[in-house]
């Protein structure tokens, strides 16, 4: 896409094709562990599936991707021989896999390929009981139009250094954070969104008439908003930081490409010099126009350190209290003068930068000035919220009940089933890594209490946002237990 841009600008067909390509055939490979032979394979797949068992077997239609190819196949024997000198034992043996999937791009191939293969793999396992084959987490996709290739592992996500969300979780939890775990490594997406459901169904959330799903539709509207306000925070850095780069780069780049001209202009004799001039002309008055944009770019930074002047936003960028975010958008009129600086420098930001960001630093400054409006926003989000879960309890009944295992939206339903249940854990994990140590008089709340509190806190919070003010709203503590969500001095 980037490549695409910036070749100039594009129309509505051109995009189209960029941003949803046409379907055609990729080449994937993938290495099946605990088997030496997968017999029957082209009746179970294409013409075009083989099995390769050593790396030195010819591949077809593999074209200038034969090399990476085969270093798949050295890697899986490098595994091979290392878990055998590993464990002693005899290793059950591996193949590599090829075969043709039709998809829009190489993503879209390996994903696609690695759930075909596995499906596939279905009918050996069941054949074949007492043996465990299974897919190594590497994949390759090869495009034969452009010859173009990508190697991929699952996991494709890493992080760097991990910490637990809290050291604080009650026993009782346990087999919510099992669950969740199982259903995040799980590959297969309708399997994995069910999954999600058992995760949520083991802190005592239930579906139905008599189920629970609205009150922890609201708990996760609250969660929401306060990560939406944070997140809205980095996203503004970033953007600027964004826009300061990218205008600096081109700056250079338009400069250098004027001193280029002007030297070749000097060195050019006749007509050709004058052509040389002309275009060096043009290229200077770019370039001078790339000066600007890096000036406002750079004005766009010194607005945002005015801004985290008052949010008190150090060098790590972090945001520990959203609350005085939030006071930028929307200030009384009795603000002191940072605040009045800090709000005026936030307008100025948003008209220097674009797209999203800009867009919903607008949203959000309208809501904020209209108690009302946020307190429909609330309200709407727990209603969107409620409507999922009773979607991801459907669907746990069509995975785990009815066996079906793909859908025209399995995809789609497994990252909401996700992010529902990493909300859930997240406001969760924050109230016990806060809450008092329990005692006999004040036993510790079970998970479905805390969902059961923060539900009528919503409620509580939306009522007094229709009142029209905002004035004690505690969004920095919005979901803990040492708040009320509106008790900010």
Same mark, same amino acid.
């Given at each position: 896409m980037r490549t695409v841009l910036s070749r100039g600008s594009l129309d509505v067909g051109r995009l189209l094709k960029?941003?949803?390509?046409?379907?055609?055939?990729?080449?994937?490979?993938?290495?099946?562990?605990? =088997?030496?032979? +997968?017999?029957? @394979? &082209?009746? %179970?797949? /294409?013409? #075009?599936? *083989?099995? !390769?068992?050593?790396?030195?077997?010819?591949?077809?239609?593999?074209?200038?991707? =034969?090399?990476? +190819?085969?270093? @798949? &196949?050295? %890697?899986? /024997?490098? #595994?091979? *021989?290392? !878990?055998?000198?590993?464990?002693?034992?005899?290793?059950?043996?591996?193949?590599?896999?090829?075969?043709?999937?039709?998809?829009?791009? %190489?993503?879209?191939? #390996?994903?696609?390929? !690695?759930?075909?293969?596995?499906?596939?793999?279905?009918?050996?396992?069941?054949?074949?009981?007492v043996a465990e084959i299974r897919l190594r987490p590497e994949t390759l996709a090869h495009d034969p139009d452009s010859g173009r290739v990508l190697r991929a592992a699952v996991p494709v996500l890493g992080s760097g250094p991990v910490r637990p969300l809290t050291i604080g979780w009650p026993p009782a939890?346990?087999?919510?954070?099992?669950?969740?775990?199982?259903?995040?490594?799980?590959?297969?997406?309708?399997?994995?969104?069910?999954?999600?459901?058992?995760?949520?169904?083991?802190?005592?959330?239930?579906?139905?008439?008599?189920?629970?799903t609205g009150e922890l539709a609201r708990a996760l509207s609250l969660q929401a908003v306060r990560q939406q306000v944070i997140d809205l925070h980095q996203r503004t850095r970033t953007a600027v930081a964004a826009e300061v780069s990218a205008a600096r780069t081109a700056h250079q780049a338009a400069q250098r490409a004027a001193d280029r001209l002007e030297a070749a202009a000097k060195a050019a004799e006749g007509a050709r010099a004058a052509l040389l001039?002309?275009?060096?002309?043009?290229?200077?008055?770019?370039?001078?126009?790339?000066?600007?944009?890096?000036?406002?770019?750079?004005?766009?930074?010194?607005?945002?350190?005015?801004?985290?002047?008052?949010?008190?936003?150090?060098?790590?960028?972090?945001?520990?209290?959203?609350?005085?975010?939030?006071?930028?958008?929307?200030?009384?009129?009795?603000?002191?003068p940072a605040l009045r600086a800090a709000a005026d420098a936030l307008v100025a930001l948003t008209d220097r930068l674009g797209g999203e960001t800009a867009a919903r630093l607008r949203t959000w400054r309208a809501l904020l000035a209209d108690p009302c409006s946020l307190a429909t926003w609330l309200k709407g989000t727990a209603g969107r919220f409620e409507t999922s879960l009773d979607w991801l309890y459907a669907i746990r009944n069509t995975a785990l009940h009815d066996g079906r295992f793909a859908s025209a939206t399995d995809l789609l339903d497994v990252h909401a089933g996700r992010a529902l249940v990493d909300l859930t854990l997240e406001f969760l994990g924050n109230w016990y890594q806060h809450a008092p140590t329990p005692t006999l008089e004040q036993p510790e709340r079970t998970a479905v209490a805390v969902i059961a509190h923060l539900a009528v806190r919503q409620q509580k919070v939306v009522e007094e946002l229709e009142g029209g003010t905002r004035a004690g709203w505690n969004v920095s503590r919005l979901t803990s237990p040492t708040s009320t969500g509106w008790d900010r001095a």
């Amino acid at each position: 896409m980037r490549t695409v841009l910036s070749r100039g600008s594009l129309d509505v067909g051109r995009l189209l094709k960029v941003l949803l390509p046409a379907v055609r055939d990729f080449r994937v490979a993938v290495v099946v562990e605990g =088997t030496s032979r +997968l017999e029957s @394979l &082209a009746r %179970l797949m /294409d013409s #075009a599936a *083989a099995v !390769r068992n050593s790396p030195g077997e010819p591949a077809v239609g593999w074209g200038h991707a =034969t090399a990476d +190819l085969k270093a @798949l &196949a050295e %890697l899986a /024997d490098a #595994a091979s *021989a290392a !878990r055998r000198a590993w464990s002693g034992d005899q290793a059950g043996g591996h193949v590599l896999l090829t075969f043709t999937v039709r998809a829009r791009d %190489l993503g879209g191939a #390996a994903l696609l390929g !690695r759930r075909r293969a596995s499906e596939m793999l279905d009918q050996y396992v069941a054949g074949q009981r007492v043996a465990e084959i299974r897919l190594r987490p590497e994949t390759l996709a090869h495009d034969p139009d452009s010859g173009r290739v990508l190697r991929a592992a699952v996991p494709v996500l890493g992080s760097g250094p991990v910490r637990p969300l809290t050291i604080g979780w009650p026993p009782a939890l346990r087999e919510s954070l099992r669950t969740a775990h199982i259903a995040r490594v799980t590959e297969a997406p309708t399997t994995a969104a069910g999954l999600c459901w058992a995760a949520l169904e083991a802190l005592d959330v239930k579906s139905g008439k008599k189920g629970n799903t609205g009150e922890l539709a609201r708990a996760l509207s609250l969660q929401a908003v306060r990560q939406q306000v944070i997140d809205l925070h980095q996203r503004t850095r970033t953007a600027v930081a964004a826009e300061v780069s990218a205008a600096r780069t081109a700056h250079q780049a338009a400069q250098r490409a004027a001193d280029r001209l002007e030297a070749a202009a000097k060195a050019a004799e006749g007509a050709r010099a004058a052509l040389l001039g002309e275009k060096a002309t043009t290229a200077r008055d770019i370039a001078l126009g790339q000066r600007a944009a890096l000036e406002r770019a750079s004005e766009a930074e010194a607005y945002r350190a005015v801004v985290d002047a008052w949010t008190g936003v150090g060098d790590d960028g972090l945001l520990r209290d959203p609350d005085r975010w939030l006071d930028a958008f929307a200030p009384p009129a009795d603000a002191d003068p940072a605040l009045r600086a800090a709000a005026d420098a936030l307008v100025a930001l948003t008209d220097r930068l674009g797209g999203e960001t800009a867009a919903r630093l607008r949203t959000w400054r309208a809501l904020l000035a209209d108690p009302c409006s946020l307190a429909t926003w609330l309200k709407g989000t727990a209603g969107r919220f409620e409507t999922s879960l009773d979607w991801l309890y459907a669907i746990r009944n069509t995975a785990l009940h009815d066996g079906r295992f793909a859908s025209a939206t399995d995809l789609l339903d497994v990252h909401a089933g996700r992010a529902l249940v990493d909300l859930t854990l997240e406001f969760l994990g924050n109230w016990y890594q806060h809450a008092p140590t329990p005692t006999l008089e004040q036993p510790e709340r079970t998970a479905v209490a805390v969902i059961a509190h923060l539900a009528v806190r919503q409620q509580k919070v939306v009522e007094e946002l229709e009142g029209g003010t905002r004035a004690g709203w505690n969004v920095s503590r919005l979901t803990s237990p040492t708040s009320t969500g509106w008790d900010r001095a």
